[in-house]
């Protein structure tokens, strides 16, 4: 593709576009004592394209981490400071994140499994590292686990999950919740806020039409963003509402929380 040929897509930061989790002071309280408060951020923004393709996914995250508009707003964290990206962005990486659930029933194997006990409350289970480690999170990490697959992998990969997977794992110094309806609740209605969703034609069933995309840009000196370092919890997403013709980057950087409600 020739210079003359590469496509421009223009994007214009929504600063008025609320999200009801970060209203919401129970699940505040809770991203603050998963040590997550502070550290996770969600910008939306407009962009002049009246089309999307998935198939030029990689294009459109590149006109977005080089977009002027976007990059006075992005920040990266380095011990507990927030700065903006200082050097151009010349590459990134897109991967395509499967996002089809309309219901919370993916979840429903963790009920049965023996991750839980009948009240709620998490099994625990013995660890060298980490004296207060339990099943749950041994079935979100490792594939040793007996309980591993009793979530498939095609529903591991949706971003519901992967969601809820981020939630339990939390920040660098979480403390661990007994039982499982925060993290449950919270992934609702925090994936009811990221995600749109239309009735289809056909059926009248609702389906979600946004699509996402797990996001990493780099500068001249190596990945830049999210964070310069490769960390299972410093994670960033790309949503697409193609209709709304609008984006959200849904971020969190790992490190040790120092924010207060």
């Known amino acids: ?3 003359a040929e590469e496509v421009t897509i223009s994007f214009n930061p929504l600063p008025n576009k609320n999200f009801s989790f970060l209203q919401d002071k129970h699940i505040l309280a809770r991203l603050m004592k998963w040590s997550m408060l502070g550290r996770i951020s969600v910008q ?3 962009f002049d394209r009246c089309y999307f393709s998935c198939h030029k996914a990689e294009t459109f995250a590149k006109c977005f981490f080089r977009d002027p508009a976007v990059v006075c707003t992005l920040r990266k964290m380095e011990a507990g ?3 903006p990206l200082d050097k151009p962005v010349l590459s990134v990486s897109v991967e395509p994140v499967p996002c089809t659930e309309v219901t919370m029933g993916l979840f429903d194997p963790i009920y049965s499994c023996g991750i839980l006990r009948p009240s709620g409350h ?3 289970c013995f660890h060298d590292v980490h004296p207060d480690y339990d099943e749950l999170r041994k079935m979100l990490q490792d594939d040793c686990s007996e309980h591993y697959h009793a979530v498939g992998r095609e529903e591991r990969e949706e971003f519901l999950f992967c969601l809820f ?3 339990c794992l939390g920040g660098e110094l979480c403390q661990y919740e007994d039982t499982i309806d925060p993290y449950i609740n919270t992934t609702k209605q925090i994936y009811k806020d990221l995600i749109s969703v239309q009735k289809g034609p056909a059926m009248k069933r609702i389906q979600i039409v946004s ?3 797990k996001v990493c840009a780099f500068d ?3 990945r830049c963003f999210p964070g310069t370092r490769e960390e299972e919890q410093t994670f960033a997403y790309l949503i697409v509402d ?3 013709q609008q984006v959200t980057l849904f971020c969190h950087f790992y490190g040790v929380g120092n924010f207060t409600l």
């Open 242 to 244: 193609p209709f709304k």
């Open 211 to 213: 699509k996402v995309f």
């Open 165 to 167: 997977k981020h939630l």
């Open 122 to 124: 998490v099994v625990k």
């Open 220 to 222: 001249e000196s190596g």
């Open 44 to 46: 939306s923004y407009g």
């Open 1 to 3: 593709m020739t210079m």
């Open 81 to 83: 400071l927030s700065v």
